[in-house]
């Protein structure tokens, strides 16, 4: 599945981002592409005390970013915005490059990434306060708001864009000054938006971005420097719950963005055709390799038969191979490890009786693909169903009892988002108002919105991204009780 035009642009930055300056190190990173397991670039990999002068660097650029006006923050996150859409089409296929998915997908999160920027750029304006006579009469009560200092955003490699600009775009919006450590799987992207906020004009040591590789000592070195006060993360729940251990010993404030596992229940009284194509967009945007995919789908008995065919109509109609490929609408997976584990899955569902309608099978011609996939017939208790698939499978569940789907879509220990469809709206928002999860797309297969909060429940993490509550997280509240 080999593409021509894989080759990277020789402005694309390698090296460390450290107090303004491109910093090479001697041990590096190969970053693999997903289409035909070569080597795309070197990266320089940072060691743990590399990744503790990028902290450094963001601190002494704190006492200066935090008192710059807002406006001008804002005018920076905007610029960084206008740079990101001008250059959507090479940012695109740098993450198709990377990671794989289909340049469509790229595009998307391009400019899903860039809203970020522009969306904090207008919220980095709106900081505000609170001024109130205590309710005793005897004096006041001013509340205002502080950056929380240097933050420390650690990213995985399904949204290298996106899970970036989500945390940068608030934390420089608040005044912090932060330490990027993309997923070592993906990093060009991460490495190539720096840059672009580097001609948008942001101050040096405000962005630093670190590859280190194996990032456990270097995060661990970072949580233990007693500069970093804040933890924004995303990636897998195991090793948010590690880091949330690590951060408690200096009490770090974390947002943990974790995994998912969501349902995706369609009622009988469901108009169909809605039903498909939001079941296509939860379940297949990004090639499945998303923490909001559709991972359990509970489809009423008397539409059943009607959904199984549909979805595995369309599922069959997509063309898995090269994302740069116009024609291709699924890309392979971000590795080999990937592929491997989405295939135990699969064997693991079919030894528990379920039914393969298409797909079930792992491409052979030296990529990470893997086809799209139905399968029937697979029971409440398949363990299938509790585990995050993180790949373009779609099992699907039959119930009849609509008033015990609620109990079986909460038996998971993720929370992050939940997807409902239903003609009858008191219904649907009777059982959004019950289902155990931070997001519902209620009639919606999409529900991933700059403007709106985003994050999970249980084990699916803590706090919230995007919306006026993503700028919250890096802020601390300043109460002063006032007397004159
Ligand atoms: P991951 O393995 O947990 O990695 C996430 C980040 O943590 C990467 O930067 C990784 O760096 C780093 N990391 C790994 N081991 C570490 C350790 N021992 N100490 C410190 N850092 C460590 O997750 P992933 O496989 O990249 O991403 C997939 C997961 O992310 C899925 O579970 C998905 O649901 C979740 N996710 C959640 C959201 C959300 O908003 N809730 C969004 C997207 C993805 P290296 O790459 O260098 O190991």
Not at 322 to 345: C, Y
Not at 471 to 480: C, M, P, S
Request: aromatic residues 6%.
């Amino acid at each position: 599945m080999k593409n021509e035009s894989s080759k990277l642009s020789s402005s694309q930055p390698l090296d460390s981002l450290i107090a303004g300056r491109w910093i090479a190190h001697k041990s590096k990173v190969a970053v693999t592409n997903p289409v035909d397991g070569s080597t795309l670039a070197q990266v320089s990999s940072a060691t743990p005390d590399d990744c503790l002068s990028a902290v450094d660097a963001a601190q002494n650029a704190f006492i200066s970013w935090k008192a710059t006006a807002p406006r001008v923050r804002a005018e920076i996150l905007r610029k960084s915005f206008e740079i990101m859409i001008a250059e959507q089409e090479s940012l695109a296929r740098l993450i198709t490059l990377e990671n794989g998915k289909v340049l469509s997908d790229a595009r998307a999160e391009v400019a899903y990434a860039a809203e970020f920027f522009r969306w904090f750029s207008e919220e980095a304006v709106r900081i505000d306060g609170d001024y109130r006579r205590a309710p005793g009469g005897a004096n006041w009560l001013m509340v205002s708001r502080q950056p929380v200092g240097v933050a420390l955003l650690a990213t995985p490699w399904n949204f290298p864009a996106a899970m970036a600009t989500r945390k940068i775009g608030p934390a420089l919006a608040a005044g912090c000054t932060v330490v990027l450590k993309p997923a070592s799987e993906t990093p060009l992207t991460a490495l190539a938006i720096a840059e672009i906020m580097q001609r948008a004009g942001v101050p040096d040591g405000v962005i630093n971005v670190v590859v280190p590789s194996p990032s456990g000592p270097a995060v661990s070195a970072m949580l233990k420097s007693d500069k970093v006060r804040k933890l924004s993360f995303t990636g897998s729940t195991p090793i948010g719950s590690l880091l949330l251990a690590q951060a408690a010993e200096k009490v770090i404030n974390c947002t943990m963005e974790l995994g998912g596992n969501a349902p995706f229940i369609v009622f009988e009284d469901a108009d169909l055709a809605a039903a498909i194509d939001g079941a296509m967009l939860a379940k297949m945007r990004n090639g499945g390799a998303a923490c909001t995919a559709a991972n359990r789908f509970f489809v009423h008995e008397k539409i059943y038969d009607a959904f199984a065919e549909l979805l595995t109509a369309r599922m069959s109609a997509l063309v898995l191979g090269d994302g740069l490929d116009a024609k291709t609408t699924v890309g392979p997976l971000v590795s080999k490890s990937q592929q491997q584990q989405v295939a135990k899955l699969v064997d693991e569902a079919k030894s528990f009786g379920a039914k393969v309608m298409c797909g079930g099978n792992a491409s052979t011609d030296g990529s990470f693909g893997y086809f799209p996939t139905v399968l029937t017939d697979v029971s409440f208790d398949a363990p299938i169903l509790r585990t995050e698939i993180f790949g373009p499978v779609a099992p699907l569940v039959r119930f009849s009892d609509s008033d015990d789907i609620l109990a079986h879509a909460n038996n998971v220990e993720h929370g992050l988002v939940a997807y409902v469809f239903t003609r009858d709206l008191g219904r649907g928002m009777r059982v959004s108002e019950g289902l155990e999860s931070g997001m519902v797309g209620l009639n919606r297969g999409l529900v991933s919105d700059p403007a709106a909060p985003f994050g999970g429940v249980k084990q699916s993490g803590l706090g919230r991204e995007g919306a006026h509550d993503g700028l919250l997280a890096f802020l601390e509240t300043k109460y002063v009780a006032g007397n004159w």
